[in-house]
């Protein structure tokens, strides 16, 4: 065992030395790489540019709401557009600025404010102002300094669903303050719910103009990533059929080009772990794999405490059982690490959740005569379950 170990440890050293790798740039594999090319896009590119146009010559221009599925090319299209028009813009000395904030990274509505000042060039602290005074100075910033900024808010339904659409109210009129500069708005979503969180003045002051991003066909996805694989690995190092296979899995589903590249990407570190020569299809489907258990990882990992110890109930009883048999277990390990139960009801709630999540299935079951009953079943392998919760001390306590 020791000897074996120390050999592959070996093998990793060696390889690592010898400089042998599949990747000629690796960083075309992440998923904040904008390509030169999008191709299957011309048409968005080009109405994102019309809309935008106008600025050039010192005219305003409609908001835009830019949707569609995950995957779909919307975060790389609205900054590869915004880049080119910043260049367009420098050469005639055009004071047009850009500023892009991901409203579910930002996490809330003071962090989107600092991210836009940033873009900027103006100094706010990290913390510590009202969010009007950040607002207040960001306006005056363009009215002194006469810009036009375009504001790019990414996954802005986030935003409205957490924050409401206050903020969104303030930028969407914020053109009345400005006597001199101009604000002008994209908001981007996979998620078209949030809508109908919207103040009606917001909603159509920000969807002035919207467009649609189409998931990709399994052939466009092919052909990305095979424009991809040519940045990033070098000659011979990836086989066609490697390629095909993660177009076709990830086309399967819905044409995400994200979970296309993913796969490629961790396709290319299993190979090259390996010590392969070439990244073949068995190295995607070891990949698809490797995907799925650290999604599974992530799940666990973010599960709310009393949704890990109702889970627990489930799986460590290591057979089907009924709601009311799981709610005892439930009840009874809250009793033992002195945490509150709660009622029959919300953990129903939390059971669809897990269920929803892929961590349970639930099996309506027929009792003959007397009517049917639910068992819940775990979907998911106890040991990984306990090697997971073990980072949590509560649950840790349990095991
Ligand atoms: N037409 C294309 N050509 C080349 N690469 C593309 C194309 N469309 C998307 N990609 C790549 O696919 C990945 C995902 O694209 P992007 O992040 O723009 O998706 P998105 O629509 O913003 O998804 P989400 O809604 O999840 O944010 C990125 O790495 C991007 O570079
Ligand atoms: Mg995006």
């Known amino acids: 065992m020791g000897d074996k170990s120390n050999n592959s440890l070996d093998d990793i050293f060696t390889r690592a030395l010898s400089g042998r790798s599949l990747y000629k740039d690796r960083n075309a594999l992440r998923s904040d790489y904008i390509p030169s090319k999008l191709p299957f896009r011309e048409k968005q590119i080009i109405s994102i540019g019309e809309t935008l146009a106008p600025l050039l010559h010192g005219s305003k221009c409609s908001n835009l709401l830019i949707y569609g599925k995950t995957g779909t090319g919307k975060t790389a299209v609205a900054k590869y557009v915004l880049m080119k028009l910043s260049e367009k813009a420098s050469t005639r000395n055009l004071k047009i600025k850009f500023a892009y904030s991901n409203t579910r990274v930002a996490g809330t509505e003071y962090r989107l404010l600092f991210d836009v000042a940033q873009y900027m060039g103006l100094s706010v602290p990290f913390t510590g102002l009202a969010i009007g005074e950040v607002f207040a100075r960001i306006i005056s910033a363009i009215n002194s300094s006469i810009i036009t900024l375009i504001l790019v808010l990414d996954e802005i339904d986030f935003l409205v669903k957490n924050y409401g659409d206050n903020l969104l109210y303030e930028l969407t009129r914020a053109n009345e303050q400005l006597p001199k500069g101009y604000l002008s ?215």
């Open 185 to 399: 708005l994209i908001g981007i979503s996979n998620d078209l719910k949030f809508k109908e969180f919207l103040d009606p003045r917001v909603l159509s002051s920000l969807s002035e103009e919207e467009i649609v991003f189409p998931p990709y066909t399994a052939e466009e996805l092919k052909a990305i990533l095979y424009d991809r694989s040519k940045i990033a690995f070098f000659d011979d190092t990836i086989t066609e059929a490697a390629i095909n296979l993660c177009a076709a899995l990830a086309g399967s589903e819905h044409g995400d080009a994200r979970r296309a590249l993913d796969l490629l990407r961790v396709s290319g570190e299993v190979a090259e772990r390996e010590g392969a020569p070439k990244v073949e299809e068995r190295h995607v489907r070891t990949a698809v794999q490797k995907i799925e258990q650290d999604r599974m990882v992530d799940a666990l990992r973010s599960l709310p405490l009393q949704a890990k110890i109702l889970l627990w109930s489930i799986i460590s009883s290591g057979e089907a059982n009924s709601t009311g048999e799981i709610y005892e277990r439930y009840s009874n390990i809250c009793h033992k690490i002195n945490v509150e139960v709660l009622t029959q009801r919300r953990v129903s709630m939390l059971l669809s959740e897990l269920d929803l999540l892929g961590l349970v299935t639930t099996n309506l079951v027929s009792k003959g005569r007397y009517g049917r009953t639910k068992k819940i079943n775990p979907s998911i392998n106890l040991q990984f379950v306990r090697e997971v919760f073990s980072e949590d001390p509560i649950m840790n306590s349990l095991l």
